[in-house]
């Protein structure tokens, strides 16, 4: 066990310990509300299932379907609009667009058939890699990326223990 006898550290931590105290206290009070608060819904349901104005659920009815008729209306408004906006547009203008729409996808498709291959190639070449580099690694080494220069494969070294001295220095 370790007795701390810095000031500031005790004063933080008889703040924190009040706080947290005040808190608690707090979450009863609101217990005791939220208890009451689902007395009264009940009670109130219990009240509100007998009343039954039927005449106002009736007017509610005829409006809801006033209002479905009105959107019926306000769609095909909205589709026809759309309509005349798209007829405006030259004829050129959307063949153009659809056909780079249609080269867009055709280079997309083309751009993930090399992504597969280049990912064969890598599923193959790592475990080579592997194989010729990990009797020469030191401990706590590990391969960070290898590149071909002057038709040599490179290999760039990370140091596990290294970088974690490095890590923890910035953290003291």
Do not use: C, W
């Amino acid at each position: 066990m370790i007795i701390l006898k810095n000031k500031k550290i005790v004063s933080y931590l008889t703040e924190k310990e009040q706080l947290v105290n005040e808190g608690r206290r707090i979450s009863k009070e609101i217990v005791k509300i939220e208890k009451e608060i689902a007395s009264l819904d009940k009670k109130e349901k219990k009240i509100t299932e007998k009343v039954n104005p039927a005449e106002l659920i009736e007017q509610g009815e005829k409006l809801k379907a006033e209002i479905n008729v009105k959107i019926g209306e306000l769609q095909k408004i909205s589709d026809q609009i759309g309509d005349a906006k798209i007829k405006a547009i030259p004829e050129k203008m959307v063949k153009r667009h659809y056909a780079l729409r249609g080269d867009k996808e055709q280079l997309e498709r083309e751009r993930n058939k090399l992504a597969l291959k280049v990912q064969k190639i890598k599923d193959r070449v790592i475990p080579l890699i592997k194989k010729e580099v990990t009797p020469l690694l030191q401990e706590y080494e590990d391969i960070e990326k290898v590149d071909v220069k002057k038709g040599e494969a490179v290999v760039t070294l990370f140091n596990h223990l290294e970088e974690f001295k490095r890590n923890f220095k910035k953290k003291a």
